[in-house]
């Protein structure tokens, strides 16, 4: 009989992070075929020249206090549609502005709820008083139609452990896309293998093509493609997968007198055209001493889920990259901060019930994954996942992961791996350290406490959490006494 140990003391902290629906972006408005979208530019421009300014201005009053740049917006989606308009018409500066007001709409991203934090410190310190750290937190937020993205707040959480949040800006804005990154060919033709592009075809797509290249030096090489004798099919099929790649790998670049809080990562490719869900953050210290955010996200298109990974030096630009292998499945993949005995390191749920650890020499490449732990207490016999990146102490790798019991109940537990060997867990809790309280049951999906990442500072974990996939709290929990209950489970 294991003997049970005392659960450690978290302490709840009073601040609720709720959703402001308030808080929206443009986004371009498309409403239907090129018949329609013709259709509706002709009765706009039949319309006379004191119509179009009357309906502008009050496009402006109604709506530019509501955005930044809000006459680049709606001349970005004028761009969008301005192959449809007529060659007969010469359009005045009014008439364009009008035009992609009609072919825009907006979008409030956060709406329905703001869950599922992580949290890491902030690249920039300075300024700071000591023994207190900035931080940045992520979150999952949804809208209409449930689609994600990730938004960001700031704060700094002091000597005290009090935790002060930045004042939340009323805007909110999607960055700029990079339209011609630079892409490595290694990658590109190994995730190419994966997706079952015919070997033939795709060594002559990538013939030609440095170890980078654009997007403008691979058009060149698949208009190359499409004279060849290679069968129609064959060379459909490289063409649609390599430029479906392409679009799954970006950069987007925000501008820095943007604050924190105005920046959202809104979904830009086919396979995330649903939603961005669940991003772990993690500090990663490379062997060189050098340091990157990464995050690893779920991508929903509406039917399939596909593991991505984002990588930023300074919540600034940000590069999104596909992740390849066969151990790329299901969610819930988090990067260790470090890399171990050479080789970088990964937890994922491969079955969506067990927990798995996974190595690779290889950001972006996984093909093996192995069996961490699987549910042993009657609160997490449906399924167990990690709660965000493991963190290192003295004692081990310290993991925070979720458990799922009956009334599908959602709570959160500790374990400890080995800090050389994190395949093997060398003690965990026999109690969750978190689970809903009296005011945590209800929301838009009951009962359920889950968090994405969390972080040390000063002798204390700090956990971010989602509450009922709706709204978020922050916990705080002594490491000593939480690291003397893993370390006595050890013995028992």
Same mark, same amino acid.
């Given at each position: 009989?294991?003997?049970?140990?005392?659960?450690?003391?978290?302490?709840?902290?009073?601040?609720? *992070?709720?959703?402001?629906?308030?808080?929206?972006?443009?986004?371009?408005?498309?409403?239907?075929?090129?018949?329609?979208?013709?259709?509706?530019?002709?009765?706009?421009?039949?319309?006379?020249?004191?119509?179009?300014?009357?309906?502008?201005?009050?496009? /402006?009053?109604?709506?530019?206090?509501?955005?930044?740049?809000?006459?680049?917006?709606?001349?970005?989606?004028?761009?969008?549609?301005?192959?449809?308009?007529?060659?007969?018409?010469?359009?005045?500066?009014?008439?364009?502005?009008?035009?992609?007001?009609?072919?825009?709409?907006?979008?409030?991203?956060?709406?329905?709820?703001? /869950?599922?934090? #992580?949290?890491?410190?902030?690249?920039?310190?300075?300024? @700071?008083?000591?023994? +207190? &750290?900035?931080?940045?937190?992520?979150?999952?937020?949804?809208?209409? !139609?449930?689609?994600?993205?990730?938004?960001?707040?700031?704060?700094?959480?002091?000597?005290?452990?009090?935790?002060?949040?930045?004042?939340?800006?009323?805007?909110?804005?999607?960055?700029?896309?990079?339209?011609?990154?630079?892409?490595?060919?290694?990658?590109? $033709?190994?995730?190419?293998?994966?997706?079952?592009?015919?070997?033939?075809?795709?060594?002559?797509?990538?013939? =030609?093509?440095?170890?980078? /290249?654009?997007?403008?030096?691979?058009? &060149?090489?698949?208009?190359? *493609?499409?004279?060849?004798?290679?069968?129609?099919?064959?060379?459909?099929?490289?063409?649609?997968?390599?430029?479906?790649?392409?679009?799954?790998?970006?950069?987007?670049?925000? $501008?820095?007198?943007?604050?924190? +809080?105005?920046?959202? *990562?809104?979904?830009?490719?086919?396979?995330?055209?649903?939603?961005?869900?669940?991003?772990?953050?993690?500090?990663?210290?490379?062997? %060189?001493? #050098?340091?990157?955010?990464?995050?690893?996200?779920?991508?929903?298109?509406?039917?399939?889920?596909?593991?991505?990974?984002?990588?930023?030096?300074?919540?600034?630009?940000?590069?999104?990259?596909?992740? +390849?292998?066969?151990?790329?499945?299901?969610?819930?993949?988090?990067?260790?901060?470090?890399?171990?005995?050479?080789?970088?390191?990964? &937890?994922? $749920?491969?079955? !969506?019930?067990?927990?798995?650890?996974?190595? #690779?020499? #290889?950001?972006?490449?996984?093909?093996?994954?192995?069996?961490?732990?699987?549910?042993?207490?009657?609160?997490?016999?449906?399924?167990?996942?990690?709660? !965000?990146?493991?963190?290192?102490? +003295?004692?081990?790798?310290?993991?925070?992961?979720? =458990?799922?019991?009956?009334?599908?109940?959602?709570?959160?537990?500790?374990?400890?791996?080995?800090?050389?060997?994190?395949?093997? @867990?060398?003690?965990?809790?026999?109690?969750?350290?978190?689970?809903? %309280?009296?005011?945590?049951?209800?929301?838009?999906?009951?009962?359920?406490?889950?968090?994405?990442?969390?972080?040390?500072?000063? !002798?204390?974990?700090?956990?971010?959490?989602?509450?009922? %996939?709706? $709204?978020?709290?922050?916990?705080?929990?002594?490491?000593? %006494?939480?690291?003397?209950?893993?370390?006595?489970?050890?013995?028992?």
């Amino acid at each position: 009989m294991v003997k049970e140990q005392p659960r450690p003391l978290i302490k709840r902290r009073p601040t609720l *992070l709720n959703a402001e629906s308030s808080r929206v972006i443009t986004r371009p408005h498309i409403p239907g075929d090129r018949a329609r979208i013709k259709k509706l530019i002709i009765r706009i421009l039949k319309l006379s020249h004191d119509d179009v300014h009357h309906l502008l201005e009050g496009v /402006f009053q109604d709506f530019s206090g509501r955005h930044r740049n809000f006459r680049g917006n709606l001349e970005r989606n004028f761009e969008r549609i301005s192959e449809n308009v007529p060659k007969r018409f010469t359009l005045t500066s009014e008439q364009r502005l009008l035009l992609g007001a009609y072919f825009t709409s907006e979008y409030s991203v956060e709406a329905a709820a703001l /869950f599922n934090p #992580s949290i890491v410190p902030h690249p920039d310190q300075k300024g @700071v008083d000591k023994g +207190s &750290l900035r931080f940045v937190m992520s979150f999952r937020a949804t809208g209409e !139609g449930h689609v994600s993205s990730i938004e960001f707040r700031g704060g700094i959480v002091d000597k005290n452990h009090d935790i002060y949040f930045d004042p939340v800006s009323h805007y909110v804005a999607t960055p700029e896309i990079h339209t011609d990154p630079v892409y490595q060919r290694h990658h590109f $033709r190994r995730k190419l293998e994966e997706l079952g592009a015919r070997d033939r075809v795709m060594n002559h797509l990538l013939e =030609g093509l440095g170890e980078t /290249f654009t997007v403008d030096e691979l058009e &060149l090489q698949i208009k190359d *493609l499409r004279s060849t004798k290679y069968r129609l099919k064959d060379k459909q099929h490289a063409i649609d997968t390599a430029l479906w790649l392409v679009r799954s790998n970006y950069e987007v670049i925000f $501008r820095p007198d943007q604050p924190i +809080s105005e920046r959202v *990562l809104f979904p830009v490719s086919e396979n995330e055209s649903a939603g961005i869900e669940d991003a772990r953050f993690v500090r990663f210290v490379d062997d %060189d001493g #050098s340091v990157t955010y990464y995050a690893t996200y779920t991508a929903y298109n509406g039917f399939a889920i596909l593991p991505q990974i984002l990588e930023t030096n300074d919540f600034l630009t940000f590069k999104i990259h596909t992740l +390849s292998g066969s151990a790329v499945q299901n969610k819930g993949m988090a990067l260790f901060p470090r890399k171990i005995h050479g080789r970088y390191v990964m &937890l994922s $749920r491969q079955d !969506g019930v067990n927990s798995y650890i996974m190595f #690779s020499h #290889s950001l972006r490449f996984w093909n093996d994954a192995d069996l961490l732990q699987e549910p042993v207490h009657p609160l997490e016999f449906v399924q167990v996942g990690n709660c !965000g990146s493991p963190v290192e102490t +003295s004692d081990g790798w310290l993991v925070l992961f979720h =458990g799922v019991g009956p009334m599908r109940k959602y709570s959160i537990w500790a374990e400890l791996l080995d800090i050389d060997d994190p395949s093997k @867990v060398i003690g965990r809790l026999d109690e969750p350290i978190l689970t809903p %309280d009296e005011h945590e049951r209800d929301g838009y999906v009951p009962n359920v406490v889950y968090s994405c990442g969390n972080m040390i500072h000063e !002798g204390t974990l700090i956990i971010p959490y989602g509450i009922a %996939d709706q $709204r978020c709290r922050v916990a705080t929990l002594s490491i000593a %006494d939480l690291l003397s209950q893993l370390n006595a489970s050890m013995q028992t």
